[in-house]
């Protein structure tokens, strides 16, 4: 069984291991005008220094006693950090510079919460496989034994990675729900690290998903191996970079399409490549793109977000394409949940990946999403709650506080959404992207 995770970041441009830790990395930024000096942020980095510290110290100790680092040896366990706070206060960053701190690889990742578990879903489905298969083998079939594949998904983890950085730490999907007290037990007794980021607050996660009760006692064992750290800056740095005019997010008029089409004739200009259909490959899988020049997409809203489409294929699209753009972005409300869950997925995946989107909209980006959730009688009367609700056995009144159904994840994630666009159409992120680009 293996499992796939991003090792490195297009878009960390942090070097803090070039300063040997993130407390120094944060000063020199300061010191140079990238940063305004934040009290909040500086006590989140000394602790992640003190976390690298005890890293360091543990992986010398296991090198000193012939061990293979993390493997041969059962190491000590070690707690990690849940850092949360407001949209762009600085929690990615900082968590992004201790990753470049540690110098572990191959036993460090780095990965989106909703890739891993995504990941972690398919090394189930493969462990099931390994079993049926092996119960099958022999001159008489062995009687089927009770299976749980969590065990063996987790030892596979640990085999290849002891230190795990999650970004955007969430939880809206019952099948992840249900599987997290286990699945997190059997990776921290086996020494995994976590550094994680969320906007929620541990105790809020999955907070009136379905079946919680289920979910609640995972609380507990994240708090017991990461302390929490609450990042209370008050303040959306990626905003204060948006001082002027986007160029690159137009409202829809009747000249967008063209000044469009002129912006794709440039970015196909660096790619020396002829514009042409692409197809990308997700799990057996293609998404055709009709057109595309090189690592540059030229797409619309229904394409990307209508269409059922999750996020193993949103972090595909964001590996083929370097260039995006979006047209005809409509407002997003809660008549429109499942396209809105979609686009803040591929937002998340496309911020993550340092992707360039030039987008058209029918609203501004302040008034692109409506935070309004749904009342429990408008969001139960929609067609497909009604088909929910039979498949569910659920009553009217056990479902009309569920966020499934409000929508209540979504707000919530909106402005987590429209902070990330806000920096993805600021000169400063595109000019940072040209410059790893370039490395």
């Known amino acids: 069984m293996k499992i796939q995770y991003f090792s490195s970041i297009r878009h960390v441009s942090r070097s803090a291991s070039a300063f040997h830790g993130v407390t120094a990395g944060l000063e020199s930024l300061v010191s140079q005008g990238e940063l305004l000096r934040d009290g909040e942020q500086l006590r989140i980095a000394m602790a992640l220094d003190s976390l690298k510290e005890n890293l360091d110290s543990r992986r010398e100790h296991a090198m000193q006693s012939n061990f293979a680092f993390f493997r041969k040896k059962k190491p000590k366990l070690q707690r990690g950090f849940y850092i949360y706070g407001d949209v762009g206060c600085g929690k990615t960053m900082l968590m992004d510079m201790f990753y470049e701190t540690v110098n572990e690889p191959p036993f460090k990742k780095r990965v ?30 062995r009687a089927a034994l009770a299976f749980d ?35 997190f037990t059997n990776l921290f007794q086996r020494g995994l690290v976590v550094v994680a980021t969320s906007n929620r607050a541990p105790q809020d996660l999955y907070k009136n998903g379905l079946q919680r009760s289920n979910f609640v006692a995972f609380i507990d064992v994240l708090m017991h191996f990461c302390e929490t750290l609450h990042l209370k800056s008050g303040m959306d740095y990626r905003k204060r970079l948006s001082t002027k005019p986007s160029e690159t997010f137009l409202l829809k008029s009747e000249e967008t399409d063209n000044r469009l089409d002129g ?80 686009f803040i997925t591929l937002v998340d995946a496309l911020y993550d990946a340092g992707t360039k989107i030039v987008c058209s909209a029918e609203r501004s980006l302040d008034d692109l999403f409506s935070d309004k959730a749904l009342t429990a ?36 994630a909106f402005h987590r959404t429209k902070s990330r666009l806000i920096h993805m159409h600021t000169r400063e992120y595109w000019e940072k992207i040209a410059r790893i680009n370039k490395r």
């Open 112 to 141: 989106h919460f909703h890739q891993f578990m995504h990941d972690v879903h398919q090394m189930i489905h493969f462990a099931k496989l390994d079993h049926h298969q092996k119960m099958e083998q022999g001159p008489t079939k």
């Open 377 to 412: 009688e408008e969001s139960l009367l929609e067609e497909g709650a009604r088909h929910l609700l039979d498949d569910l056995n659920l009553s009217h009144s056990q479902a009309e506080d569920l966020s499934i159904f409000t929508g209540e994840d979504e707000v919530f």
């Open 263 to 342: 912006m794709f004739e440039c970015l196909c200009e660096l790619e020396k490549a002829p514009i042409l259909p692409k197809k990308v490959q997700v799990l057996g899988r293609s998404i055709l793109f009709q057109s595309a020049c090189g690592g540059v997409a030229d797409t619309n809203f229904e394409h990307l977000c209508k269409k059922p489409l999750g996020g193993a294929d949103y972090v595909a699209i964001a590996e083929a394409f370097h260039s995006i753009i979006i047209r005809d972005i409509p407002v997003l409300d809660m008549n429109r949940k499942t396209e809105a869950r979609r």
């Open 149 to 183: 594949p969590i065990p063996p998904v987790a030892e596979a983890i640990v085999k290849q990675t002891q230190l795990l950085c999650f970004d955007e730490f969430q939880v809206t999907d019952i099948a992840d729900a249900m599987i997290l007290k286990s699945l």
